[in-house]
């Protein structure tokens, strides 16, 4: 681009940091930027940086005139408005609305809702009555059940528990005796017919099995089973 199709343009304009805030805060603005173009200039590695602060002001101006040129009123209200607290977007769309100049909302236009008043609101649509009384059912339940339990295991002393375990081992001893004079019976019942087919020559019979009975270590594991369920 030759600087024949450049045109350079200077203007001034006129502050009033006294009377004005907006002003005040203008100049405390313009000062940082002058500021930060010296420090610029002197690094020779911000030179990209330098270039855009050179044209920043054009923009300025010329987003300036785009306000005024849509509404001089709107303009007027915004350079009215320059302080540090008031740069935010609430004050702009304030001051469009002021001007006649209010945008569509772009916000959801679904109206605001309490959350507890909406779950208050689900509550008393869904008939919750069946669901609370199962619920206390089963609190009862297992509460009743536990009460069961500790009364069964209180409810046994060590003596209680000591006789048990001394009636078990006579019933045992008891029962091993009783086994042992069956086999013996069984025994004598068997040699008496042994000596009889021998005696008369007859072909020896064939031996009757006594039916086994349960022998001790399964006794003994039946007894751990029942231990296991909380008897002893």
Not at 118 to 132: F, G, H, S, T, Y
Not at 192 to 201: H, T
Request: net charge negative; charged share 20%.
């Amino acid at each position: 681009m030759s600087s024949n199709q450049l045109k350079r343009v200077n203007y001034s304009i006129y502050l009033d940091p006294v009377n004005s805030n907006a002003d005040r805060y203008a100049v405390g603005v313009m000062q940082g930027w002058a500021k930060d173009r010296k420090e610029m200039m002197s690094d020779p590695s911000a030179g990209v940086a330098l270039h855009y602060s050179l044209h920043m002001h054009k923009n300025i101006y010329l987003a300036g005139m785009f306000l005024y040129l849509l509404s001089p009123a709107l303009s007027n209200a915004l350079a009215g408005s320059l302080t540090e607290e008031r740069i935010k977007i609430d004050t702009l769309e304030q001051q469009l609305e002021n001007c006649g100049l209010a945008l569509p909302s772009t916000k959801s236009s679904l109206p605001a809702f309490d959350t507890h008043a909406l779950i208050d609101e689900l509550k008393a649509a869904v008939n919750m009555k069946p669901l609370m009384d199962e619920i206390q059912q089963l609190k009862a339940g297992l509460t009743e059940s536990n009460t069961e339990t500790a009364a069964v295991q209180n409810g046994l002393s060590e003596s209680d528990i000591a006789t048990l375990q001394q009636n078990l081992a006579a019933e045992i001893k008891a029962h091993s005796q009783h086994r042992e004079i069956a086999e013996l019976k069984a025994l004598l019942k068997t040699q008496n017919k042994l000596i009889k087919s021998l005696s008369n020559g007859q072909p020896l019979p064939e031996i009757e099995k006594p039916e086994p009975e349960l022998d001790l270590s399964q006794q003994i594991a039946n007894i751990q089973k029942v231990k296991k369920k909380g008897i002893f």
